[in-house]
Each structure stands twice: as C-alpha cells, then as structure tokens.
C-alpha cells in the first residue's frame, strides 16, 4: 500500500508570556518533532494519556492548529499551508468524528440538515439527490429513514456518534481522523460503533487515524500503532510489535491499565500493574533524558521503534535492528 499521508518532524509549540512587555518567556511544546506515515486503507493508532499532544496532532493533520515548523503531506503535497490544501480540496477529502457526539451535533437541526451539511459544501446535488445521499448514509450507518426528521437529543449516545459518522463519510473521504471516537459512549456500545467503522472502512477504502487513550479499544482497530508521550512518540511499531513485544516502560504503563475480564487472574493482574508503575515511578530517568522528554527512536526491527538510545536498549536485552544484520 502506497502512503496517504505523511507527517515528518511535526512540532506545534505554543508561546508562554511574562513580563511587564508579555514577552514571550518559554514554549509548551504541544507536539515535539514526531513522525508516521498513514498508508491508504489503514487505520493507523496513536496513542497516549490526556496532554500528551495526540489530539494538537489529530487538529494539525485536519488545518484547524497552525504547525510551527515541519511538513504534513497528503499524496505528496504539503498541506501545512491553507492555499495548498484549498487547491487541493483536501477538506473535502479529509474529515473528522469527535469525541463527543453530543456537542459535535448542532441540537437545532434535524438529522437530514446535519448530514446534508457537507454535502452542499462540496458537492453540487438536487434536493432530491441530496436527500437520496442522505438516505443511503443513514442505511450505511444501520438508521431508519425516519431519523432523517428527528433532532440528535432524540437518540442515544451510541445513535448520535452513528449519525457523526454518516457526516464524516459524506463526502466520500479518502481520512478520517477520528479523536476518541467511542470513549464518551458505554462498553456495550463501543463495539456496535468500532464494528460499523470497520464496516465502512472496508467499503469506502478509507484510512483513520484513531488518537485514544486506550490500548484496549484500540486492540482490534489498528494495524499500526505510536505511541505519544509529553509530545514525543516513545514507541511506534505493528499491533503484534506493541501488544506482544513492548519495550519502553510507558508502553507497559499503558497495556498494564487495560481492564482484564479474566475474574479467576484478577489479583495476578493488579499485582503486575502494580509492579509496572513502581517500576515506572522509579526508573524514569533510564527511559527519558535529563528534562524529561523521550530519547529519539531507534530502530529495533524493520517495524519497530523505540525511544531509547542504543546502549540503553542493549541494558535491557534487546537487540537493534543493525545488530541483527550484523
């Protein structure tokens, strides 16, 4: 599969003011120099707590947060600049489901309105064609046609985030960035919506890059995952690289906290994520440098990287990818 997008060195700082004359006094540095590549058809996950910079990430990719330096190309073209990404109709090809459905829906419309909406922005239909596209979306999404005339506080949150994706598939969208898409809903309806997303993935062909902060909901989504830390990606790889051969602490802080429904182990289980966040709280300075920010990666495998210098990773047991060759 070719590459859809590619992010190269991303950094979104923003200015902290002091002073008298509110000059400019120190930099959050939201987003840290972090790189991946979104293939076609892929859903690609980035990971991370709240605070960590995916969601800045998720905004960059969309235009809606100004880049401070480094590139993000859509089929080979940078779409950091707002001429390049109007010439390219790339908010057509280029959408977005929020986190929570509730508020991403205006109450004062009713459903017809809602999904039409990027319709009459990019597409030029009939009344009647445009009712039909709506139809066929709602079908897609396993709504009846009489949702079409209620309002969204008249379906549950499960319903609301369906009709989120009907929005975000629209216009027949090439990415789909979806920023915790399911973590304001119920367990028993998280699956019915990763399911219909799957669904529509594999009809459409499009690739989502899927910011959570749960390895758990993620598990069956991804093909490939990163994971951010404080702005910095600490450890990218496949799904197998991430959930069968974790090498950085924070990862293992991550897969450690998924909720086991495994009753008979439930001690052993809080046992060892007790044992990882005493290792976390005690060994982190082995895993981040002096300010506290993540290494650069290094390559341990032809798909696996981590944020950890070489002869700390040797420290650990775990060989580089140049050792392997060698």
């Given amino acids: 599969m070719d590459d ?16 008298f004359w509110n000059r400019i006094v120190d930099w959050v540095k939201a987003v840290d120099g972090i790189s991946f590549n979104i293939k076609a058809g892929e859903t690609y996950g980035l990971i991370g707590e709240s605070g960590s910079g995916k969601s800045t990430t998720g905004k960059s990719i969309l235009g809606l947060q100004k880049v401070t330096s480094g590139s993000i190309k859509y089929n080979g073209h940078d779409v950091t600049k707002k001429s390049v990404r109007r010439s390219l109709k790339y908010n057509h090809d280029v959408q977005m489901i929020f986190q929570d459905p509730q508020s991403s829906l205006n109450p004062e419309k009713r459903v017809e309105e809602i999904i039409a909406e990027p319709l009459r922005n990019f597409e030029h ?4 064609q445009e009712k039909l596209r709506v139809l066929q979306l709602l079908d897609i999404v396993g709504l009846d046609p009489d949702a079409l005339y209620k309002y969204p506080f008249q379906f549950s949150g499960g319903q609301r985030q369906r009709i989120g994706i009907a929005r975000a598939v629209a216009t027949n ?10 973590s304001a809903l119920d367990l028993s309806v998280q699956a019915q919506v990763l399911n219909f997303m799957k669904k529509i993935q594999r009809e459409f ?10 390895l758990g909901v993620v598990r069956h989504m991804c093909d490939n995952i990163a994971i951010m830390n404080h702005g910095r990606l600490v450890e990218v790889g496949t799904k197998e690289d991430i959930y069968k051969h974790p090498v950085h602490i924070y990862t293992k802080r991550l897969l450690a906290a998924i909720p086991s429904i495994d009753v008979e182990h439930r001690e052993e289980h809080r046992a060892e994520r007790k044992r990882i966040e005493k290792i976390y709280q005690d060994k982190k300075d082995f895993y981040y440098d002096q300010n506290g920010k993540a290494f650069p990666l290094t390559k341990i495998s032809p798909t696996h990287f981590v944020a950890l210098p070489k002869d700390k990773l040797r420290q650990l047991n775990v060989s580089t990818d140049e050792e392997v060759e060698s």
């Fill in 125 to 128: 239909l009939s009344k009647h």
């Fill in 4 to 19: 859809l997008m590619q992010i190269k060195d991303l950094k979104v700082y923003y200015p902290v003011r002091g002073g």
């Fill in 205 to 214: 062909n499009i690739s989502y890059l899927f910011i959570s902060h749960d």
């Fill in 173 to 182: 969208p090439k990415l789909i960035v979806a920023d915790e898409p399911v």
